[in-house]
């Protein structure tokens, strides 16, 4: 009976094995996730697949990430730079007029006990100074 349960798991795993040999994962669309967390040693192996390439085994990462990727089509999708808000040149009296109302702001905030926001506030204020300062040196 021991024997018989043996014989059924052995079978059980060849089967699984099989079927993994059988399963493609070269699709298209696992490929693309993958890539760019794979080895370099598997990337030097698809690299070496691809005809015409030489000098696989002193590429580094991102260069056979490139080779890879234009010989099978795939776009590399460059992360977008963030957009940083461009500082408008603002008067000294529009800078001073901004810190009026962040005083007066500042001032209601205290009186509702929100330290954290009369702290931002604080830091507002004091940024805005030293822009004044900054400016009022230029010229």
């Known amino acids: 009976m021991e024997e018989e349960i043996k014989d ?3 079978k059980g ?3 699984e094995e099989e079927v993994e040999k059988e399963s493609p994962k070269t699709g298209a669309g696992e490929e693309e996730k993958h890539l760019d967390k794979m080895t ?3 990337l030097r192996e698809i690299a070496k697949e691809i005809p015409g390439v030489s000098g696989v085994t002193a590429m580094k990462k991102d260069q056979l990430l490139s080779i890879i990727k234009k010989h099978r089509g795939i776009e590399d999708e460059k992360p977008g730079k963030r957009k940083v808000a461009e500082k408008v040149a603002l008067t000294v009296q529009e800078l001073k007029h901004k810190i009026v109302v962040l005083k007066a702001d ?3 905030v205290i009186e509702k006990h ?6 931002v506030l604080r830091r507002r204020i004091n940024r805005l100074k ?4 900054k400016t009022e040196k230029v010229a």
């Not at 929100?114 to 702290?119: E, F, H, N």
């Not at 030293?130 to 300062?133: G, L, T």
Request: charged share 55%.
């Open 8 to 10: 059924e798991e052995a």
């Open 106 to 108: 500042k001032k209601s």
């Open 130 to 133: 030293k822009r004044i300062r």
């Open 40 to 42: 370099v040693l598997e």
């Open 13 to 15: 795993v060849e089967a």
């Open 114 to 119: 929100d330290r954290k926001m009369a702290t």
